[in-house]
């Protein structure tokens, strides 16, 4: 057999043709041809990627700049044999290493999830007798028995089918089973179409059927889209970015200032030790150290803090990632809505025909005449009730989905179902079947129902496609017009319609199992009952949320564009014929027509996992930071592709694994939760960097300036590092902590961490802040104050100020009385320890040898307490400026 035939398009085919296709008969294959051709199409397994090993996850954590500038920073502590500094940096290394590494090591398995999907047994003919062997062993061409409750293993052309529906919400995100037929179909038609296909890795809910395996492993639908997934490429954050980008900064600027420092020093005559000394101290000062590692600690807090409000980040930077969010693509079926119908209209025939019909909300209390056609319907439901000596709240329903919800809906509404079905005054006489699209019920002489015109005699109860119904009812021709214009409308909304009617039994009819489906006509029609997915009840609120912070929801769904519009109304959503496009009208499309329009389209209907994946990826060619919710296996390439995914608790594992974010509770509201989360997690890493990089160049400044006018080293290279590690970063690490959520209502500005504000405050305080240390000195050695009362005063305020403008800091937004000073606990402590460890080193005997400092007099002490206000004012009024600008 030619390997090309599995490319056939067999749902356009007969049930003859495939057969000789694909070289198979009703028979099956032989064991040797089966054999052959597994050697040929390989097993029914997804084609494994040769995945990395966890070594080389492991030492791909140390390829960022900025962990290659703490490696060295870390080699120059050890070098000035500062033992418990190099301890703390390469501490520091370890923990993000590991940390990176559980994340992408789990990043790695994804696909090995997705493959779970089809590891079952089947049911296989070969050689004219029935084997049960694994799903992975079968190949194309091979015979297949399918039967309720079992997976499909591979894409298959059904051969015959009994009352077979599959759910396919894994594939299409279609949330109701689709019944599946063997009427050929257009070679054109899309997956959701293909009613005489089923497809690997789908469920069969309901009866059985035979059919011929036209493709296994990569070649099977779901296959594909396990090879997308496997294809597209994990994009870095910009967190991620803009910290590669700035490490690389930092690097050379450091770099170009030490040997500028060095050259200077070896000039005026210092010696070449003491200025290696030096230079190294200043290097590792001006180099924010601590930086990866707040950035880390404000990350994991983030997370936590979402993970107590029911959001789990499976990658601590896709955290920040949604605080940068611009546009979300959601889909509909079990995102937006529960995934589930509910019956939300009875309508009697006089209201079908006038229009007459209720919105999407769930029924409350029937007229008589409704409660009677949902009693009727009761007859044509195979429900089974699990439990029934329960309550009927906690009842545990078996069978078709709307069937269930017609027997949830009837005892809700105070009809006894257990004593209906106890009577057994119907039994079914016409199963359902696509062909047919009704069932119909033999109801004897009864006293439950007391319909008009057939109580207290034997009648049929027929339920089924309404359209089906009406054509064969009684109704007049305007009046059918009529009725068939509001199903069709109904229809449009995304409602599922089921129309119920009944006929008079000829009482010359002995034997009700004559009944055959040409008997169904001359109906009366009496109703309708229709069904409907509805939306989440959080869902509106949620998106107004998110468009309050300027992020842009746009829907991108497998249904109809009608179902999706009625879904984006009851949402709150107002949308124009030209705010949609489907499918069909996308392929029509070039990327850079698509690119034109992208800004116009609020709803993307009957689109596909490749359409997804394009929309997200031309989005972000646009610009747009792109999340994207989902939870079935077709929306797993666009998880993976798109900044970050966001995956809905009950969704397939393989959403869950690939998507970045997972909501626990299925609440739409913990999007809004993670989006606030990380928002504040980018206004605690901008407090962080500000603080960090501010006060960066006060040893450049201060060293640099000296040399040059002529003064003694105002630091030790002691002195310069325990600052650096002791007493400035404590605070930088408290940010984490911070709950503020300092948002400016520009979209643009809220989504950068290094923002026009970030660059202004750190400009304006770094250098103002430096070159007032500098005019400190200048001046203490113009004064003649002593040399090692002035050198331990200098000390004392490079260090001091440095802890108290943290409160300053604490918001960039708001002057520091107008919140509450003390209420991060972390940095009170910080602050009360850093000053702990200043006045050590200046009045502990030991320590003052080893910093070489003398005690303070409290007149010294006043005028550091005036230093530290002098720089909070410096802060604060840097703040007020850029709020004026």
Known sequence: ?????????????????????????????????????????????????????????????????????????????????????????????????????????????????????????????????????DAEQIVAGDIIHLSYGTRVPADTRLLSVKELAVDESILTGEAMPVTKNLDLISESAGIHERKNMVFGGTLIVEGFGVGVITATGRNTEIGKIAALVSETKRQKTPLQLAVSKLAWVIAGLASAVVVGIFILGITRGETFFDMFLISAAVAVGAIPESLPIALTVILAVGVERLARRKGVVRNLAAAETLGSTTLIMTDKTGTLTRAHMELVDVAIAEHV??????????????????????????????????????????????????????????????????????KKEFYSVLPFNSKNKFSAAYVRESKTFTIKSAAREDFLAVLGAPDILLKQSDLK?????????????LSEEGKRILGIAIKAVDKRLKNPTQVQAADIKNLQFLGILAFYDPVRPEIPNAIKQMEHYGIKVVMATGDLSGTARSIAKEIGWNISP????????????????????????????????????????????????????????????????????????????????????????????????????????????????????SNSLDEVVLIGM????????????????????????????????????????????????????????????????SFLLFALYYGLFYFNVN????????????????????????????????????????LTWSVAAGIALIGATIYVTPLQKIFKTVPLSPFWLLGLLAWIAINILLVEGAKWLYRKT
Request: glycine fraction near 6%.
């Open 1 to 133: 057999m030619d390997k090309n035939v599995i490319q056939k398009p067999f749902w356009a085919l007969t049930t003859q043709e495939s057969l000789n296709e694909l070289q198979s008969h009703e028979d099956g294959l032989t064991k040797t041809e089966a054999e052959r051709r597994l050697k040929v199409f390989g097993y029914n397994v997804f084609g494994k990627k040769r995945r990395l090993t966890r070594l080389t996850i492991f030492l791909a954590q140390f390829k960022s700049p900025l962990i290659f500038i703490l490696i060295i920073a870390g080699g120059l502590t050890l070098y000035l044999h500062k033992w418990i500094d190099a301890t703390v940096i390469f501490l520091a290394l370890a923990v993000n290493a590991i940390l990176g590494f559980y994340q992408e090591n789990r990043a790695e398995e994804a696909l090995l999830r997705l493959t779970l999907y089809i590891k079952e047994r089947a049911r296989i003919i070969r050689d004219g007798e029935e084997h049960e062997l």
């Open 353 to 422: 025909i006038f229009g007459k019909t209720k919105d999407h909300k769930p029924i409350t209390q029937l007229s008589p005449p409704e409660k009677e056609i949902l009693t009727l319907a009761l007859s044509n439901v195979n429900v089974l009730i699990e439990n029934p000596e329960e309550s009927k709240e906690k009842w545990r329903l078996s069978g078709r989905p709307l069937e269930t919800q017609i027997v949830k809906a009837a005892a809700a509404q105070g009809i006894d179902v257990l004593s209906i079905f106890k």
């Open 477 to 489: 021709k305007e009046e059918y017009i009529k009725a068939l214009e509001t199903i069709e409308k």
């Open 578 to 693: 030209g705010e949609i496009l489907t499918g069909e009208g996308l392929e029509k499309l070039s990327d850079k027509e698509l690119l034109e329009n992208l800004d116009k389209i609020k709803i993307f209907a009957r689109v596909t996992p490749e359409d997804k994946l394009r929309i997200g990826l031309l989005y972000k060619q646009k610009g747009e930071i792109v999340a994207m919710t989902g939870d079935g296996v077709n929306d797993a390439p666009s998880l993976k592709a798109v900044d970050i995914g966001v995956a809905v608790g009950s969704g397939s594992d393989v959403a869950k694994d690939v998507a970045d974010l997972v909501l626990l509770n299925d609440n739409f509201n913990t999007i809004v939760a993670a989006i606030e989360e990380g928002k504040r997690i980018l206004g605690n890493i901008r407090k962080s960097f500000v603080y960090l990089m």
């Open 706 to 769: 000296s040399l040059l006018a002529g003064l003694p080293l105002p630091l030790t290279a002691l002195q310069i590092i325990w600052v650096n590690f002791f007493t400035g970063s404590l605070p930088s690490l408290s940010f984490a902590f911070e709950n503020s959520l300092d948002v400016t209502g520009r979209a643009e500005e809220d989504r950068k961490i290094l923002n026009a504000e970030v660059k202004f405050l750190t400009l304006v305080v770094g250098v103002f802040s």
């Open 787 to 826: 040399e090692e009362i002035a050198k331990t005063f200098l000390f004392a305020c490079f260090a001091s100020y440095i802890l108290f403008v943290a409160f300053s800091f604490r918001s960039l937004k708001k002057p520091l009385f107008s919140y509450t000073l003390f209420s991060n606990k972390f």
